[in-house]
C-alpha cells in the first residue's frame, strides 16, 4: 500500500468530506443539535453526518469490508427525534447530493461489532464534547489487517497548523502508512509534509498532554509522576486524538493516559486509540499501555488486554514506564 494506493485515496476524500461538514455545523450550531446517550455522553448531528459520509464512502469502494464505528441510528430513528434526522439530511445532503434519511440512516448503519482479518474503524468525532465547545475534536479513521494498524487518518478542523503559531490558521490532517512515516497536511489535504517525535532526552524538559475531562483519565496520578520525572511545564489539555498528531509533530513528548479513579477498571475503545498509535509511531514515537504492552487492536470493540495508554518520543519511554511501575 502507498499513497496512491484505493484505500489511502478513498480515506482522504472521505475525511476531507466529513470534515468539511464538521466545520459547516460547527459554525451553524445554535440549540440543542445533539442527544445523551445511554452512557451519558453526547451524539451530535455532527457525528452521524460525518459517520453516514464516511461508510458510505468506504463502503462503495470496499464493499467486503467491515466497519467499526462508535455511532448507530437507533436513537436517530425515534419519532421524537425526527427533526434532528432531518438536520442530519440536510447536512449530508450538501455533500452527497439527494440522500435520503433512510440512505442515511443505512450507511450510519453499515457500522459492525464484528472484527475479522481486514476492517476499519472509525470515530466519526473523538472528543465531543470538545466540539461542542469549538476546542479540539478529530475524526479518526484507521485500516487495521490481521490485528495491525496499516493505515491511520486523523482530521482536526481546528487544530492549529504550525505549533509555533497557535493562533495561526486552523485545519490539519495526519496520515501514516505502516513503515512508511508519518506526514501532516491542511485540512483540504494538500501542503503534505513529513512529521516526527522530539528529540528530547532529559525528562524534566518533557511536555505531557492529556484530556481535558477528568472522567477520562486521573490527572492527579498523572501530576504526580510529573512531579517524580521533575517535569515543570504545565500539562497541555486537549481534546481527542488531537494530542497524538501534536506529539507525532514534536509540540509535547508524551501523552498519558491512566483510568480516572471514578472507572479504574476502564478498557479503551480501538476507534478511540486505532488511528493516533500509528500516527504516533511511524512519526518515531512509542505506543504502549501503562504497563509496557503493545496496544491490542485484534480482540473487538474493547482493548481488553491493554490498561491505560502511553505514548512517547520513544526515547523517554522506558523511564517513564519506569515511574508508572515503581
Not at 472521505?14 to 452512557?39: H, N, P
Not at 425515534?78 to 450538501?94: A, E, N, W
Not at 502508512?177 to 528529540?199: H, N, P, T
Request: hydrophobic letters at 35%; aromatic letters at 6%.
Amino acid at each position: 500500500m502507498n499513497e496512491y494506493s484505493p484505500e489511502v485515496v478513498t480515506a482522504l476524500q472521505a475525511l476531507i468530506k466529513a470534515s468539511a461538514l464538521c466545520q459547516k455545523i460547527r459554525m451553524d450550531l445554535v440549540g440543542e443539535e445533539w442527544i445523551l446517550k445511554s452512557d451519558r455522553s453526547p451524539v451530535t448531528i455532527a457525528d452521524y453526518g460525518s459517520q453516514a459520509i464516511v461508510c458510505k464512502l468506504i463502503r462503495d469502494r470496499f464493499p467486503h469490508d467491515a466497519i467499526v464505528a462508535e455511532e448507530d441510528s437507533r436513537e436517530l430513528r425515534k419519532p421524537d427525534r425526527s427533526k434532528i434526522l432531518g438536520q442530519v439530511t440536510d447536512y449530508v445532503s450538501t455533500f452527497i447530493p439527494k440522500s435520503s434519511s433512510e440512505e442515511i440512516c443505512s450507511w450510519i448503519d453499515f457500522s459492525s461489532t464484528s472484527i475479522s482479518n481486514r476492517f476499519w474503524t472509525l470515530d466519526p468525532i473523538d472528543g465531543t464534547k470538545g466540539f461542542l465547545r469549538g476546542d479540539q475534536y478529530a475524526i479518526a479513521l484507521a485500516l487495521i489487517e490481521n490485528g495491525v494498524v496499516t493505515l491511520g487518518l486523523l482530521a482536526c478542523p481546528n487544530l492549529y497548523i504550525d505549533m509555533h503559531q497557535p493562533s495561526g490558521e486552523r485545519g490539519c490532517l495526519f496520515i501514516a502508512l505502516k513503515g512508511q512515516g508519518s506526514f501532516q497536511m491542511d485540512i483540504k489535504g494538500e501542503s503534505k509534509r513529513a512529521i516526527s517525535v522530539s528529540k528530547i532526552e532529559d525528562p524534566s524538559q518533557a511536555i505531557l498532554t492529556e484530556s481535558v475531562e477528568p472522567d477520562h483519565a486521573d490527572h492527579l496520578y498523572h501530576q504526580q509522576i510529573a512531579k517524580e520525572l521533575d517535569i515543570s511545564t504545565p500539562s497541555l489539555r486537549m481534546d481527542s486524538q488531537a494530542k497524538y498528531g501534536i506529539l507525532a509533530r514534536g509540540e509535547v513528548t508524551l501523552y498519558l493516559r491512566v483510568p480516572s479513579p471514578s472507572e479504574p477498571g476502564y478498557k479503551e475503545n480501538i476507534w478511540d486509540h486505532a488511528a493516533g498509535s500509528i500516527i504516533a509511531e511511524e512519526a518515531g514515537g512509542k505506543v504502549t499501555d501503562i504497563y509496557g504492552h503493545p496496544l491490542d487492536f485484534s480482540g473487538g470493540i474493547k482493548m481488553e488486554k491493554n490498561h491505560g495508554v502511553l505514548v512517547t518520543n520513544g526515547i523517554l519511554h522506558e523511564v517513564i514506564l519506569k515511574a508508572l511501575n515503581m
